[in-house]
């Protein structure tokens, strides 16, 4: 009487000795899976090196075409082209090293794949052949449609649900079928539902897994682009200030020329406030000063005439050079005394009614006012000042109204920002003047004078280096083309190369010279080209002979040593060579890092040390897993999908042993030696999900 077991497969041992040599043949399998394995970490690693690479490339190429877009200069287009070299550079090696990642990926699957149909074709052969043939049909045809329906399912998804969950579907939908196609080898039917079940479970882990991958890449990249973004930026602002806080000490010294210094700086402070709520840039205001104190006008009258012509030109729509015009004007018939037309007429043309002015001013009509005008009877200083004071009147306010707008407001910002980078500026000019000033007193002092006639020694060794491989092209073609050897060709496989080119010229020459019969255009066409490429290769030789040459191989060994020595100094210690890789590390570094990092507790000084518990909303939580509880009653969030063992499962985990259960229906096993049948069977398919799961 049958004996009932709780076991979801039977089956016999009841192997041919072939089948028991593809079983052998499995274990040079999984070592090629090792190998593999250890090649795609390799590759990991190397792409991830190389994506940092890459993005740093990308950066100075867009920094480049920035430059030559704003210069258009031949230099700027230069380092344009050499960084779109190293970027193309950087990019294809990238995506060299990514292609052999797929490849090794895609090899470890059809290796596993293989691995699993030795499995199914030993453990599904008995007596008849017949029974491997059929297991095969059915394992591949059930691949094939599970395949066929993966993709169709996978492209819907992707469009309606988008390409994470188009991920996950392919994973399972993929492991399904593949776990379907095993399980069919092995025992059509209720093989074929577990197989599918656990090749989804499978395709579910791996899915996750790859959205993981998918999002810790886009972290890595987002944080390393704005690492780059801040210092760029810095550099940047730094390079503006520079710019600016050197231009404000040459005007700080002109205006302390004009005004002496306690006042310059003074007057200077207050134009910086005047642009930034006016209009006016602190350049043009400078200008503008200069002008007008060249034209008598005193420090303390300039910005109000400036905040007079501001709001005029901002409510006649003046640029801030058409406001540079009518200062000038206005100065010039202050200084001069004068009301002229050649004055007036800057001010008529942007639309200040001049005449206007004068006539109110004087109390007499337009037509008088123009006519005393042309007879030089209105005196300039007066009408200067009357023109001004009407604009004021008239257009007060309008600065500040301007101000108000959306392009005022960016220009106040632009002033505000300007006046930031001049902050950093101002900090480094000052502290980098000590620098400068040590590197000049360096260079014009003793050491400053071994290092000119070292200069100048190196110098003409590099000019000899040059004379020389000049002299070799002159010897070679030379002999060649006159037809008598150089006196300096002294060696004999050079002298017999050189030779055998003179007499290929010769002929070639002859070729070409009229005065003989044998004279024909389409040989001498011919003969042509053959000069071409008997010079082309005398200027090879020559080439080869200075590389050769005392000069060219003392340079060659003096190269080599300051390799050699180079190399040396820099392994002495970690920090002269490590630190563009200790950077690259760190930006391969992704969401686990920042999980585990932000998630660290330190407990507050004085406390008894106890193991660190997890904080109110805790933003790392325990999403990667704890290995250990540390005490009773241990706080911990957990999180929809996760699952918690119990000691005895932890335990079996980490002795490396997972626990497995088989459930599903009972089966009867007949006698006791079915047993080892199957157990070894339930072996197979375990050893098989693992190479799977890898």
Request: hydrophobic share 35%; net charge negative.
């Amino acid at each position: 009487m049958g004996r009932d077991v709780s076991i979801a497969i039977s089956a016999k041992d009841n192997f041919s000795q072939a089948i028991t040599t593809m079983r052998n043949a499995n274990q040079g399998f999984n070592k090629d899976l090792t190998g593999l394995q250890s090649k795609l970490n390799e590759l990991n690693k190397t792409k991830a090196i190389l994506k940092v690479d890459t993005d740093k490339a990308k950066a100075s190429l867009k920094d480049a075409e920035k430059q030559f877009i704003k210069t258009g200069d031949a230099a700027d287009k230069l380092n344009l082209e050499l960084a779109n070299s190293n970027y193309e550079n950087a990019r294809r090696n990238l995506s060299l090293v990514s292609d052999n990642a797929k490849k090794a990926e895609k090899d470890m699957r059809s290796l596993a794949d293989t691995v699993s149909k030795s499995e199914n074709r030993a453990s599904n052969t008995g007596s008849s052949g017949n029974s491997i043939i059929n297991s095969l049909a059915a394992s591949g045809a059930t691949k094939m449609v599970g395949d066929m329906f993966g993709n169709v399912a996978t492209t819907w998804i992707n469009s309606a649900y988008g390409a994470e969950a188009g991920t996950m579907a392919s994973s399972m939908l993929s492991s399904g079928a593949m776990g379907a196609a095993i399980g069919t080898a092995i025992a059509p039917g209720i093989g074929t539902a577990i197989g599918a079940l656990g090749g989804a479970v499978i395709g579910y882990i791996n899915g996750s897994n790859t959205i993981y991958e998918n999002k810790d890449e886009a972290f890595k990249k987002y944080y390393n682009e704005l690492y780059s973004g801040v210092l760029d930026n810095q550099s940047q602002a730094l390079t503006s200030g520079s710019g600016i806080a050197s231009g404000r000490e040459m005007n700080k010294i002109s205006f302390q020329t004009l005004l002496g210094k306690s006042e310059a700086n003074k007057y200077l402070k207050s134009l910086v406030q005047f642009g930034m709520d006016t209009p006016f840039e602190y350049d043009s205001l400078v200008d503008i000063s200069k002008v007008l104190l060249a034209y008598g006008y005193k420090q303390d009258e300039i910005l109000p005439l400036l905040e007079k012509v501001g709001n005029t030109g901002s409510a006649l729509s003046m640029s801030v050079q058409d406001m540079k015009f009518v200062s000038t004007a206005l100065g010039r018939m202050k200084t001069t005394g004068k009301t002229t037309m050649e004055y007036l007429n800057p001010l008529l043309e942007r639309g200040i009614d001049v005449w206007s002015y004068l006539a109110e001013a004087s109390g007499k009509t337009k037509k008088e006012v123009q006519e005393m005008v042309s007879k030089g009877l209105v005196p300039g200083e007066k009408a200067a000042k009357a023109i001004a004071d009407y604009m004021g009147y008239n257009f007060a306010g309008n600065m500040e109204k301007q101000a108000q707008t959306y392009s005022g407001l960016i220009s106040t910002l632009e002033d505000a920002k300007a006046e930031l980078n001049n902050s950093m500026g101002e900090g480094y000019n000052n502290t980098r003047k000590k620098g400068i000033e040590d590197e000049i007193n360096f260079l014009e002092g003793n050491t400053g004078d071994s290092m000119k006639e070292a200069y100048n020694k190196i110098g003409q060794w590099k000019a000899y280096q040059e004379n020389q491989a000049e002299q070799f092209q002159r010897d070679v073609m030379s002999s060649v083309m006159s037809g008598e050897l150089a006196s300096s060709l002294h060696d004999s496989e050079q002298r017999a190369a050189v030779e055998r080119l003179m007499k290929e010229y010769s002929e070639a020459k002859k070729k070409q010279d009229t005065r003989y019969r044998s004279y024909d255009e389409e040989s001498a066409i011919k003969a042509g080209a053959e000069m071409g490429r008997v010079l082309a290769e005398a200027q090879a030789i020559a080439t080869n002979e200075y590389n050769a040459s005392e000069g060219a191989q003392l340079a060659l060994e003096s190269n080599k040593t300051l390799a050699e020595n180079l190399k040396n100094d820099t392994a002495s210690l970690d920090a002269y060579w490590d630190a563009g890789y200790v950077m690259g590390q760190e930006f391969t570094k992704g969401l686990s890092s920042a999980i585990q990092e932000g998630s660290s507790i330190t407990a507050p000084k004085g406390d008894i040390y106890q193991p660190a518990q997890p904080p109110v909303n805790n933003r790392g939580g325990y999403a990667f897993g704890l290995s250990n509880v540390p005490y009773n009653n241990y706080p911990a969030y957990l999180h929809e999908g996760e699952r918690v063992l119990t000691a005895s499962e932890n335990r079996s985990y980490s002795a490396g042993t997972p626990p497995i259960k088989i459930t599903g229906n009972t089966f009867v096993v007949r006698n006791d030696s079915d047993f080892k049948g199957v157990a070894r069977e339930i072996a197979s398919l375990i050893k098989q999900a693992f190479i799977l799961a890898q």
